[in-house]
């Protein structure tokens, strides 16, 4: 009874409906999210699960909990092939239903295919033309590496760890490498800063603050300093709540200002409140720097001490803690950031690791993109640490040989962006150059590489650069066939009918009389 009842509800037409409305629902609040959330994230979180619970900080119409995408789909093709295996019938007039209905399989395991097995990852030629690579980068997962003695082909030997196994902290060891690691910390985005870096921006904006102290220190420049403000909207509005809050509503500042510096009492609290309200601005701007400034090292360091300074604590040259014990850490600040989902923005992993060579600890390091390989000597030999993106070898490399980056005249509007590369796969004896642009992507090795960007290694001139998308992706071909499967069924169906609607017998028209 309960294996009939099991199998009733498995081929279930209203279990088919039911699941159609939940996709439905399922693709309206994945796209409401993106808004909120971004496009990789609502993709991972709603399609790319088998539940979605509620977190805290989501918005109002985020249920408690609902199915993704990988129940809904799992779902859908059971209840179609259990529907299709008790509704089958072998003739000519099932033909078009069976393979409509196999198309649709098909569309949904090549869908299951591509989100477990595809990979996305990009080959960066950041130092221009001329540059070789033979791998690809991911654009979010990181691997700990470790490079050690030359092999006898002529490379480095390179043994890496997965940023999976970094995140569970699990004890890391190679037969080709004399020491354990261990992770003692690991965080998925944040900032590197050097001591020197961070001690000249303290130094840079102490000097700026007692300047601008210096500045207000007297009362009978304040009707001067207020007249050049006037014309300055920032300053301005730092005037007029400095003046509000000694009693003044006057408008004209300057006025107001020559009336506060008669009054001595009035006009040392209007320099105090010119003095905190100057600085809080300086500081705050530091705060809200555009994000193309903060990949400059020094705007970073100044962000940092705007912060440390507008909560009240003092940045001393010579005090700063030491993020490690050994390696680039020690003159360095790691400090974590929130974790990061959009599409446009990237995490910077860091991770503190300790070494153990026959059971004696060697000391920590910190790792992280934002630090270059560190060198270690262990037993007399020389190997390097760090982390980096995960790289994706290939059997065959890429050499940049031109850009040509064309814009609409007038405007930024891209016209052309395409790379020549020179393609040499030495297994294959094969050595061609090929051209990649926007429309025109190359299909190689199981990849397809992308025009996806271009630009300068110099602001004016240098070298011109160039990245590319590649991505792999075994069920490629299975869209296309289950598309072809299910035109070619509806119209199987389609033309089975009006064959059989056409060559029925048609009966005579009323009121005529049939010859004989």
């Known amino acids: ?106 569309l949904l395991l090549g869908q299951l295919v591509t989100d477990m097995f595809s990979r996305e990852s990009f080959m960066r030629f950041d130092l221009g033309e001329g540059q070789t690579l033979a791998y690809s980068e991911a654009h979010r997962e990181v691997e700990l590496v470790a490079t050690g003695e030359t092999g006898p082909d002529g490379r480095e030997k390179v043994v890496s760890f997965t940023g999976k196994a970094l995140r569970r902290k699990v004890p890391l060891q ?14 998925e985005n944040c900032e590197v800063l050097s001591h020197a870096a961070i001690q000249e921006a303290a130094t840079q904006l102490l000097t700026a603050l007692g300047t601008m102290e210096a500045k207000y220190s007297q009362l009978e420049v304040l009707p001067g300093e207020a007249e050049k403000s006037v014309d300055n909207q920032g300053r301005l509005a730092v005037w007029k709540d400095a003046l509000a809050a000694v009693g003044e509503k006057d408008k004209d500042i300057v006025a107001a200002a020559t009336r506060v510096v008669a009054d001595p009492v009035r006009g040392d609290k209007l320099r105090e409140e010119l003095k905190k309200r100057f600085k809080a601005q300086m500081l705050g701007a530091f705060q809200k720097m555009p994000p193309m400034q903060m990949a400059n090292d020094r705007m970073r360091a100044m962000r940092y001490v705007g912060g440390e300074l507008s909560a009240g604590r003092a940045v001393e040259p010579g005090s700063l803690p030491a993020s490690s014990s050994q390696g680039a850490g020690q003159n360095a600040l790691v400090l974590p950031r929130p974790e990061v989902r959009g599409m446009d923005q990237q995490n910077t992993p860091f991770a503190k690791v300790e070494l153990f060579a026959k059971g004696a600890s060697l000391g920590v390091w910190v790792v992280s993109p934002w630090l270059n390989l ?89 070298k011109g650069t160039s990245a590319l998308q590649v991505v792999r992706n075994p069920g490629w071909i299975t869209p296309y066939l289950g598309c072809a499967i299910v035109s070619f069924g509806m119209l199987w169906q389609f033309l089975y009918h009006l064959v059989g609607f056409l060559s029925k017998p048609r009966s005579a028209k009323p009121g005529t009389v049939p010859t004989v």
């Open 174 to 187: 190679a037969t080709d490498l004399p020491f354990e690691v261990r992770v003692a910390e690991f965080g």
């Open 1 to 106: 009874m309960i294996s009939q009842n099991l199998w009733k509800f498995l081929t279930s037409l209203r279990v088919t409906v039911v699941l159609l409305v939940l996709s439905t629902l399922l693709v309206f609040l994945g796209t409401l999210a993106q808004v909120h959330e971004g496009l990789w994230e609502a993709q991972e979180r709603w399609f790319k699960s088998y539940l979605v619970f509620r977190r805290a900080g989501d918005v109002w119409w985020v249920p408690p909990v609902f199915v993704g995408g990988y129940t809904i789909g799992f779902s859908l093709l059971i209840n179609l092939v259990a529907a299709h295996v008790k509704r089958f019938q072998l003739s000519w007039k099932k033909v078009g239903i069976h393979l409509t209905h196999a198309g649709i399989v098909l």
């Open 374 to 462: 560190q060198e270690i000597t262990v037993d007399g030999k020389a190997f390097k640490l760090g982390l980096r993106n995960e790289r994706y070898y290939q059997p065959f490399s890429l050499k940049l040989v031109k850009t040509t980056h064309e814009v609409y005249p007038g405007t930024d509007i891209p016209k052309n962006f395409q790379s020549r590369l020179l393609l040499e796969n030495t297994a294959a004896l094969e050595k061609r150059e090929v051209d990649i642009s926007m429309n025109n992507p190359l299909r190689y090795g199981g990849l397809t590489f992308y025009q996806h960007q271009m630009g300068r290694t110099e602001p004016t001139g240098g």
